[in-house]
């Protein structure tokens, strides 16, 4: 009797394999556009979750016994980490978001500073609103909580705008200043921008010592997770006028009408759109088509962040 053949490895991917250019003719492909019923997912070792939808994935990936890796889509992966079967390797999109959200940082900033949502606002109204009084980036001091590819990213989009970049690491790592030293760095910024990670270490980081630190009427950017600042804390430094904020993520997320945060004239905010650009489709296909080489070559993985 001939030998049986080990069924092949199931990667299960949101979109079709076809839109990739090149992935291993030994791996099974299938769908999981987070439509379907999640028991397709039963057999996969390889999934890569979808990227804007929401999913129970305590109970999804509590049932996935074959599991060996997964890939996600987002740069953050808190609402998957602790969740993970034992023995399963989780792999962030780190690189993938980095042009898309560092774009949104530079527009947030140029944005609150230039007082854009005014001009809008007054557009809408047939109104000539001239605005002299604007604050420019030009000589202003940036302050970069979590200094990784995105933060970096970042810095070298604000080269060319005449400002003084600052970054800020847990270790003072890549050129960078650490943690410690943010008591003496936020009297200085004019703009402080997160992207940090949200860890239990990070959560409610930027809390109302953090926030008393930051000079009078300077702009904090938030492009982590809602949840790295204290939103009661935040709501009362911009509601008596004293800070200024961008957020393009909030804690609560999505953020509810009622919320007192929209009402606040000192604070522009985006929907968590920062990393869904025209940019991230053709980076996350590369990134996937290598882990998958990898993956089917017995190779280290790339961009691991919690080893099975």
Known sequence: MPATQPA?????????????QQVPASLDYRLFAGDEDPAVLAETDF??????????YPSI????????????????VDHLAEWMPDGATLCNARGVHDAATAEMGMTLI?????????????QAEQRWAANNSAESLAD???????????GQALARRLEGFECEVIG????????????????????TADVVVI??????????????????????????????RGAVVDTEALLAEVQSGRLHAALDVTDPEPLPSDHPLWRCPAVLITPHAAGGSSAMQPRIDRLVEAQLARFAAGLPLLNVVQQG
Not at 61 to 75: D, I, M, N, T
Not at 110 to 122: E, G
Not at 140 to 150: L, R
Not at 195 to 217: G, K, Q
């Open 47 to 56: 999934w890569v979750p979808p990227y804007d939808v929401k999913l129970d």
């Open 195 to 224: 992207l940090t990670p949200l860890t239990d270490e990070t959560r409610h980081l930027v809390d109302a010592p953090f926030l008393a630190a930051m000079r009078d009427s300077a702009l904090l950017v938030n492009l982590a």
């Open 168 to 187: 800020v690491t847990r270790s003072g790592r890549d050129g960078s200043r650490p943690t410690t030293e943010l008591p003496t760095l936020l009297p």
């Open 61 to 76: 990936l509590a049932g996935l016994s074959r599991l060996q890796v997964v890939q996600a889509q987002f740069a953050g």
């Open 8 to 20: 092949p490895r199931v990667v299960t991917l949101p979109f079709p394999v076809s839109r990739l």
């Open 110 to 122: 140029l944005a609150s500073l230039r007082q854009l949502p005014d001009f809008v606002l007054a």
């Open 140 to 150: 202003k001091t940036v302050v970069i909580v979590g200094f990784g590819s995105i």
